[in-house]
Structures are given as structure tokens and as C-alpha cells.
């Protein structure tokens, strides 16, 4: 995303509408990489519906608009699980490498990145246990070329992280949302921001709040342009055979 940002500002200049271009990009490729990723689990209506609500959601709005990498986070994760469950359905190499790729440039990306290598070992150890020895007999030598691809990628930086570790946790400790509930003693604090995820496009926190740690943000839509919203997605799924509803 960086190297993305540094070519564009190379050749458009090094103005604000570049950076959110670049961003931009990222926000419509993380739509088509959900997409695929949700057509090897289910039927294309539930996938297109799934990537439009990734795309009319707050945080997607607002980090496709934005200056900052934020969006590349999302993209890179999705690619991630993508080619993985790809390379375990076709056993093809080169969707493991993919993966290590992608899940290495997740860490190059803000604090919630950093999340995506546990994640991805999580799915694998989810896979050991159902599958079994038969999982490590078949896939070997496919899960060492996903770790070289991610160490290749990343290595150099896992060194820097090892002489200075406040390059890795610097940042994240000090956004950590649990430090906050320890601090303020505040215990329903994550259950309340989740809760704000999903009215964040009719709430209004006001000025007080700290957008680091509210997900909803100022909204992005009135009250108005929200009824239509809500009101097209309710056409859509009632008449489902009318092109007009979908429009």
C-alpha cells in the first residue's frame, strides 16, 4: 500500500486526492476479494448481498475515503483467508504462497493487522484437529511454502522487532481497548462499542467522544439518506425477481 502511494505520489503529485485514490483502490478490491471469498461458501446472491453491506458500512466508507492505509488492513486479510481456502480446495503451492504474502503485508499495515497471522494459525490449527495427521500428510510441504512466503516478506522486520520490540507493541498497547477497561474499570466497554458498530451510520457520539476508540464515528449518512438505505434493502430482499429493486 506504502510502495502504491509512493508511485502515485511519483507520478500525480504529492496532493491529498492521491492518497485517498490509493485508497479508494484498496476499498473496491476488498469488495471483489469478499465477494470471492463468500461464493466458495455460498449462493451469489448471499455473497453479492454480503459485499454490499461491506461496502455501504461505516468503517468501509470512511477508511476507503481516507488518506491513511487503513483499508489495506481489511484488503490484505481477505486475500489471505481467500487463498488459503482456495490452495486447501485445489492443493495448488502458489495459493500458499499467496497466503504467507498477503498475512506478511497485514502486519505492514496499522495495529488491527497484527491480529491476522493469529488468526491464520488459528484456521490451521482448526484444520489439524479436524483433520488430523491426514491434514499434516497432504498439506506439508504446501504449509512450509506458505511460511517461507510470509517469512521471505516479513523476516527482515522480525529482526528490528526482536533488537527493538517496541516498534510492535508500542502502538497497539497504547490502543488497546482492554487497557482502557482496566484503566477506567469501564468492563462493558468492548460490548459497547460492538453494539455501536451496527448503528453507526444513524449515531451520533458527539464531539466528547475519542474516535480512537468508537467505532462509529460521526456518521456517515443522515437520518434521511438512511431511510432510503434501509428502505432499498428491503425491496431488494422482498422482490428479489425485480430489476427495478435492485436498482
Known sequence: SLAALRTDYYFLGDHLWVARFVSTLGGLMGIFVLFKLCRLFFSPLASLLAAYFYAVSWWSLFHSLSPFNGIFTVLYCLSAFYFLETGLREGKRLNFWLTGIFTALCLDTYV??????????????????LGRGRFVKTYWKQLLLMLAGFLWLFGPTIWIIMIAPSVMTGRASELNIFNIVSQTHMWWLPIENFGRAFLAILQDPGKANDLRFDPAGNPMMDPFMCMFLIGGVVLCLTGLRNRLSWI
Open 112 to 129: 488491527p493487522g497484527r491480529l491476522v497471522p493469529i488468526m491464520v494459525f488459528c484456521a490451521l490449527m482448526g484444520f489439524l484437529i
